[in-house]
């Protein structure tokens, strides 16, 4: 039988020959395992500008090499003579600015009252067996027709001034903060409902501390896509009699071949579009603080 002793040594001994010697190389973090120091990852703003870079240098050999008939695809230099007499002389006696401002406003209403209507709704039918009983045939059977198919019935109903743009953009947007808002509601961990329910509180109190906080996330989500679909949609909306807007702008153009003025607005209705989305962004950080955490 081995001593004490012995063993001990044979312990030391064993933990020595474990532990990496002086004269032992160990392969940092800064180098790989033949040694050689380690490249910096290059950073991801410096690839995305490289590749708009690629892009813009792309359109500007396409658009210059007689490939595509003149006319067609404007130069960058033509967008530029373009965009600046639109800024300086607007389009069809109307600003730059104030076709800009028509469009938002038109978007923000009917995306202001899809928030109003579709939240409280998607919360009543996710948290609520009843309403999810008597609203979710309804909508699923609404929800997969094109907002585009109403645009007869909208000018029926609404003619051709400013409420009926307002209320297919509403409709857009509702139809996608009432899905997800739903799914919100629907969705919360059944952990959370019991530790809820042991505590003690009521329907009321679940709903307002457990249900909603919990169904956020997913309607921030649903918030995202319906700006997005609103945004895109005022340009349908303003095909419908309208003398001002971005969309109008567009179709104008287009029917009498001023195809600068089309890729203008494009890039607009785009630039305004990401703007929108990164101070919806921004808000939800503030708001759902405790995500990924």
């Not at 032992?24 to 290059?42: D, F, L, Q």
């Not at 094109?146 to 509702?174: C, D, H, N, Q, R």
């Not at 630039?271 to 708001?287: D, H, P, S």
């Amino acid at each position: 039988m081995n001593s004490p002793s012995n063993t001990a040594s044979a312990l030391t001994s064993a933990s020595a020959s474990a532990t990496p010697s002086a004269s032992t190389v160990v392969p940092s973090a800064a180098t790989n395992s033949g040694g050689k120091p380690r490249k910096a990852p290059i950073p991801s703003i410096v690839i995305s500008v490289a590749a708009v870079a690629a892009l813009c240098a792309l359109w500007t050999i396409v658009s210059t090499s007689g490939w595509i008939p003149a006319g067609y695809l404007p130069t960058p230099m033509e967008l530029w003579r373009d965009g600046a007499t639109l800024v300086n002389d607007g389009y069809k006696d109307v600003s730059l600015l104030a076709h800009v401002k028509i469009s938002l406003m038109r978007t923000l209403a009917g995306f202001g009252l899809g928030i109003l209507f579709g939240v409280p709704l998607g919360l009543w039918t996710g948290y609520s067996r009843v309403g999810n009983a008597i609203a979710s045939p309804i909508m699923a059977f609404i929800r997969p027709i094109p907002p585009i198919a109403f645009i007869p019935m909208v000018v029926l109903y609404f003619g051709l001034g400013e409420l009926g743009k307002v209320v297919l953009i509403f409709w857009t947007s509702f139809n996608y903060v009432h899905v997800n808002a739903h799914a919100g509601a629907a969705n919360v961990p059944i952990a959370y409902l019991r530790a809820a329910r042991s505590l003690g509180m009521t329907p009321s109190q679940l709903f307002t501390n457990v249900v909603f906080p919990a169904a956020i996330p997913q309607i921030f989500t649903g918030l995202k896509v319906a700006l997005a679909l609103s945004w895109a949609v005022v340009v349908a909306a303003e095909l419908t009699g309208a003398q001002s807007g971005l969309g109008y702008m567009i179709a104008d153009a287009a029917l009498t071949f001023r195809i600068p003025t089309v890729f203008i607005g494009i890039a607009l209705i785009g630039a305004i579009g990401l703007g929108l989305n990164l101070v919806l962004n921004f808000i939800e950080a503030r708001i759902v603080h405790w995500r990924g955490r």
